[in-house]
């Protein structure tokens, strides 16, 4: 009896130490964006926060169990840790690194060390890189996102001064063009200054050549 014993305490070991290498050879490390929430899960998904905090300050202990998608190769089915998954995606979208605990925070050394490491990717692929030291500096921030929405005075001027360029012959029909555009132009020794009406501050030509070109010149 105490054979068979022994001999059955022996079988469970070695099913154990198989199981568990088979478990060992089976763990990898999948995208996230590649694993979705099995349909079939009847667990609920509660107090996420909490776990995520908990998964910050210590990690994963307990690796997602998951199967391939028949249907779609690369892709994977959550067949056990739902509520780690979820907890995950929460660190994720508050750009809280798992492994550290750590929160990215942008400021101005950190966006001139990517754009430093950007342009050496760049030259090294035979693409071109912005002239930090051109005699030209872009248009502001607030101005772009105007632009984007249509509604910056200063991209509709650039328009307008286009036009003024290709039917204007002297100052007065210069004047009047604009005027009649909603905008008020004064000179002053060798600059112009543009100001569209109901704007606090109008903007110098020779500004708006450094942002948009030397033709406004």
Request: charged share 30%.
């Amino acid at each position: 009896m105490a054979r068979k014993m022994q001999l059955d305490t022996a079988i469970v070991t070695d099913m154990k130490a198989v199981a568990s290498d088979s478990f060992k050879d089976n763990i990898r490390m999948i995208e996230v964006d590649k694993i979705k929430p099995c349909l079939d899960n009847f667990y609920s998904i509660g107090e996420i926060e909490m776990l995520a905090d908990d998964i910050e300050r210590q990690g994963l202990k307990h690796n997602l169990v998951v199967t391939e998608d028949a249907e779609n190769t690369g892709y994977y089915f959550i067949k056990s840790g739902h509520r780690r998954f979820t907890a995950i995606q929460h660190l994720i979208s508050e750009n809280r690194y798992i492994l550290t605990g750590q929160k990215w925070y942008s400021n101005k050394k950190s966006l001139s060390d990517i754009r430093k490491e950007s342009d050496k990717l760049c030259l090294k692929n035979g693409l071109s890189i912005i002239d930090t030291k051109s005699k030209y500096k872009g248009i502001d921030r607030t101005t772009y996102q105007l632009g984007l929405q249509g509604k910056s005075w200063k991209i509709q001027l650039v328009k307008d001064l286009e036009q003024a360029a290709k039917y204007c012959h002297s100052k007065d029909e210069f004047i009047r063009f604009l005027t009649e555009r909603d905008y008020t132009v004064r000179y002053k020794d060798i600059h112009i200054t543009i100001t569209k009406n109901g704007e606090k501050k109008g903007i110098r030509v020779d500004t708006l050549a450094k942002q948009f070109g030397e033709k406004f010149q």
